[in-house]
Structures are given as structure tokens and as C-alpha cells.
């Protein structure tokens, strides 16, 4: 089924440790995302990609680091983990921002 | 900055009435804005997407309707059934720039009740 594909679905870290999430779509999406979900504090964006080639910061990058791959991957690596990154990690992407975003189903990421 | 608030944080009804969530934006140069469902431990399903130009999107039992000048929209469901019970998530995209990201709202935890 056409849609956006997210890597891990669970993942449990130590502090310090590192990981990449990954994000694949294949409906030939230009732009790309990743929000993060907490308790009280709703999805806040972490990076974007507008385009294949280009990433920008979002509201909460710190921490964090993008590789937009190709036109449908768009990975984020966590270089140090640390417990205030344990959340609920969502990819998504939109062709262009008149015709909507479309999410995957997340990865629960805690980190002890 | 734009932000977006949803009312109620939270709405339990019986199964069978009908039923109004409200979003509201600061910034009324809005590009669209869309309209999500999460159920528990779930991604995100969109359910309609209203362009700054249209008044309303309907699907289904649901309809939804923008006031862009006013910087508010509701979302409205008929006949609710249980199956109804979820998060529902209001979003909007700032108009202008090329990145397209979206500002959401926290959210209103819909239980409806058979």
C-alpha cells in the first residue's frame, strides 16, 4: 500500500547511546518531515525537507540530525541519545502543501 | 508565530449526537488547513484538508468549515458512534516561504459512549 514507511516501530536506548530512524514514502513526494509527540506538548517539528537536497531546522532540532537520501528517504539520527529525546517520533510528507500531509504510524522511542 | 488551540481538550457524548470541535490560529495568512484523526498508539489519519479559499470540506459525517478571517474552523460530526472515539487534531500551514510545514493543535480526545 502506497504511504509512509517508518523504522523502527519500538526502540529502547541507554543514554548516550546512538540510532537513525527511518522514513521512506513512495507516492514521489517533494517535501519531508519528522515531528515529535509528547504528553501536554502536541507534534512539534523537528527537521524538514522541502526538496530532495535541502534540510532546514524546524521548532526542536537540537540533538538531532537529518539525511534527506533521495527523493523518497529521510532519515533522523539521534548522535547521543539522552532520556528528554524519549517521545513518539512521526515521518511525514506532502507533495506539495496545497495537497496535504500524509504520517506514519511513528516510532516509540524511550530512552533509560 | 502562529498557534493553534483546540476546545475542548477533551468531549464525551452518547453514541448518536451530533457533535462540534473547535480549532482556532493566530495568524490568519494561512495557506490550508487539515484535519486529523489518532487513535490511541496510532499515527496519524487525515481526514480533510480545506484550502484558504473554501468555507468547507465534507466527508462522510463529517464536515468541516473554515473562518480564515476570524482564525477559527469546526469540525463537525453527525450521529456519533463509538467508533468516532479518538484524538482529534486540527493543523494549519502558514501561508508565504516553500516549506510547507505544519503548526498543530494539541488536541481533543473525543469518547463517545454506545
Known sequence: ?112 | KQEVTQIPAALSVPEGENLVLNCSFTDSAIYNLQWFRQDPGKGLTSLLLIQSSQREQTSGRLNASLDKSSGRSTLYIAASQPGDSATYLCAVRDSGGSNYKLTFGKGTLLTVNP
Open chain 1, 1 to 112: 500500500n502506497a504511504g509512509v514507511t517508518q523504522t523502527p516501530k519500538f526502540q529502547v536506548l541507554k543514554t548516550g547511546q546512538s540510532m537513525t530512524l527511518q522514513c521512506a514514502q513512495d507516492m514521489n513526494h517533494n517535501s519531508m518531515y519528522w515531528y515529535r509527540q509528547d504528553p501536554g506538548m502536541g507534534l512539534r517539528l523537528i527537521y524538514y525537507s522541502a526538496s530532495e537536497g535541502t534540510t532546514d531546522k524546524g521548532e526542536v532540532p537540537n540533538g538531532y540530525n537529518v539525511s534527506r537520501l533521495n527523493k523518497r528517504e529521510f532519515s533522523l539520527r539521534l548522535e547521543s541519545a539522552a532520556p528528554s529525546q524519549t517521545s513518539v517520533y512521526f515521518c511525514a510528507s506532502s507533495l506539495l502543501g496545497d495537497r496535504g500531509y500524509t504520517f506514519g504510524s511513528g516510532t516509540r522511542l524511550t530512552v533509560v
